[in-house]
């Protein structure tokens, strides 16, 4: 079992940058695989960006490839996304996720879920 909890949401002017947060619990945290999604008001949750347990291999949604970065710091239970050159389409609750063993983009089979961080972007 794990608990997540995200946090570095907030309101930005368009082209701006944010970083979000997102801590563990347990000390389990180097065997899941994480995922950032996202739900904007009316829309289906989507995938943003996914890392592996060890952090070596990373995947990112075509909309954010460039943009956005994911990283984990195992020792800290945490796992970051750097969102840069931000877009008002970029307006959603952001969730983290977290997944024993391989690495998804598919939301359903993550186990895991943060109770989302609110993400708006300003034109």
């Known amino acids: 079992q794990v608990q997540l909890v995200e946090s570095g949401g907030g309101l930005v002017q368009a082209g701006g940058s944010l970083r979000l947060s997102c801590a563990a619990s347990g000390r389990t945290f180097s065997r899941y695989a994480m995922g950032w999604f996202r739900q904007a008001p009316g829309k289906e949750r989507e995938f943003v960006a996914a890392i592996s347990q060890s952090g070596t291999s990373t995947y990112y949604a075509d909309s954010v490839k460039g943009r956005f970065t994911i990283s984990r710091f195992n020792a800290k239970n945490t796992v970051y996304l750097q969102m840069t050159t931000l877009k008002p389409e970029d307006t959603a609750v952001y969730y983290c996720?977290?997944?024993?063993?391989?690495?998804?983009?598919?939301?359903?089979?993550?186990?895991?879920w943060g109770q989302g961080t609110q993400v708006t972007v300003s034109s």
């Open positions: 996720a977290a997944k024993v063993s391989w690495v998804t983009v598919t939301s359903n089979e993550y186990d895991y």
